[in-house]
């Protein structure tokens, strides 16, 4: 039996019935993996191999993260020795060394 086939079958229950607090939870829960199905299904990931995708993806990510975080460390290290090149330019400068040569 399909998750909509059984989907249709507690509805019925339901009806024929009334609505227990059990049917209407089994209803919910049905109802919710079928709509998380037709999500996955749209966006690609209702295959077998989603997971090993999604992961990759992540990984992919992550790598992505690290590589512009080491990127921002390295200019931020390579602004400072620029900044500290030219203060102790303007210390030699002030001090008269391009004289004394």
Do not use: C, H, P, Y
């Not at 295959?47 to 999604?54: F, K, M, Y």
């Amino acid at each position: 039996m399909s998750r909509e086939e059984l989907l249709a079958s507690l509805m019925a229950q339901a009806r024929g019935e009334g609505a227990e607090l059990v049917t209407l939870r089994a209803i919910i829960e049905e109802a919710s993996v079928l709509a998380a199905d037709r999500v996955l299904d749209r966006l690609g990931l209702g295959d077998a191999g989603a997971e090993n995708d999604l992961g990759e993806l992540r990984e992919l990510l992550k790598a992505w993260r690290d590589a512009k975080t080491s990127a921002w460390k390295a200019f931020v290290s390579w602004l400072v020795s620029g900044v500290l090149a030219l203060l102790l330019i303007g210390i030699a400068v002030r001090f008269g060394a391009w004289d004394r040569l």
